[in-house]
């Protein structure tokens, strides 16, 4: 046996890494991106403003103009505390951090992945409840899943990832009402969903909300954030690694993230290519598409298998869900640019001809 199966954690070694395919010369429709690049009279500006950082120098430590921006961006009340992250996996890990050894993380079924990946990284039990049938919260089996388990943290994305659908909010009201753990909404998909919890953070004392630049266009920037009551914000930014936000992601940011017309130009476009991608896929005989509020959609095919790889063969990358729990035969594919949809569209009606 060699040094590191007789050093690492046992229970490291039966976990498979976080995979991510190549994508080198393919469409890559498989990790919600945004498909607008910097527009061409923003890249000298961009790239001007990059010289003037100060890369011999440690990131600000708190950044302070940063987190305006984003509160301007975002529209985030002045009461509301906000903690950055390097993406919204490091904020999902510090909050686990903050509980003791054994305690539970809660979340639904199908979600994302990182919720129970991080639980076992941190040594935390963790809970997962099956939505019911048509991807919606089981309400009854949730509050008896908190009974039993009294959870220390409850992660609901909202909208969920990979389904696309945004959960009734009385539900959502309910289970943060039944409990006493912190409930984390996980926005990441905001600017295309038709309802925030945001305000409601003045409500809850148990309510954080987690949100990322990644799905409007700046996933190269790996910058989350933690939006939540400022004694949270500040009890949770003890566990914060010091320089967490390096200076090319806050300099980057800052200019980046004034373009608020440009994002929500952006957004606006993927909304309405997601409502002809999912118009196109529904025309398809045999395709079951699920309604979305992401800048993704989940849909069932036949054979998806098959399907994802006559894709792949054709220079089109999506995320093949068809071997997860819950999701026979599902195939997830970003909202990309027109002409990326036309291609993927293309490809699925030839396959089913």
Request: some cysteine.
């Amino acid at each position: 046996m060699s040094f590191i199966n007789n050093w690492l954690r046992a229970d490291i070694q039966a976990i498979n890494a976080y995979h991510v395919p190549t994508s080198v010369d393919m469409v890559k429709l498989d990790a919600m991106e945004s498909p607008f690049p910097l527009p061409d009279e923003l890249i000298g500006q961009y790239l001007a403003y990059l010289a003037d950082a100060d890369l011999n120098r440690y990131p600000n430590p708190s950044a302070d103009e940063l987190r305006q921006t984003l509160r301007e961006l975002m529209d985030i009340p002045a009461e509301f505390g906000v903690l950055l992250g390097n993406g919204s996996d490091e904020l999902i890990q510090l909050l686990a951090l903050a509980c003791e050894t054994g305690d539970t993380i809660l979340s639904i079924e199908p979600s994302f992945v990182m919720y129970g990946m991080i639980a076992k990284f941190t040594r935390l039990n963790y809970q997962g409840v099956n939505l019911d049938g048509n991807f919606e919260i089981d309400l009854s089996a949730t509050l008896s899943a908190i009974e039993t388990h009294k959870p220390k943290l409850i992660f609901i994305a909202y909208p969920n990832n990979p389904t696309g659908n945004a959960f009734d909010r009385g539900a959502i009201e309910t289970i943060i009402t039944s409990t006493e753990a912190m409930v984390v909404l996980d926005e990441a998909y905001y600017a295309y969903a038709d309802d925030s919890f945001l305000m409601d953070i003045a409500k809850y004392p148990n309510l954080v909300l987690l949100r990322t630049v990644s799905k409007i266009g700046f996933a190269g920037l790996r910058l989350g954030l933690l939006i939540g009551a400022q004694d949270t914000v500040s009890e949770l930014d003890k566990l914060r690694l010091p320089y967490n936000i390096n200076t090319l992601t806050q300099v980057s940011a800052n200019f980046l993230l004034q373009e608020k017309g440009e994002i929500d130009k952006n957004a606006k476009a993927i909304l309405a290519e997601r409502s002809n991608l999912s118009t196109a896929l529904s025309g398809i005989d045999g395709l079951s598409v699920y309604p979305s509020q992401a800048n993704f959609i989940l849909f069932k095919a036949p054979g998806a298998n098959a399907l994802f790889e006559a894709l792949k063969t054709q220079g089109v990358l999506i995320k093949n869900l068809s071997s997860a729990p819950n999701l026979d035969n599902c195939l997830r594919v970003t909202v990309g640019s027109m002409e990326e949809n036309a291609l993927f569209i293309s490809i699925v009606k030839a396959y089913y001809d």
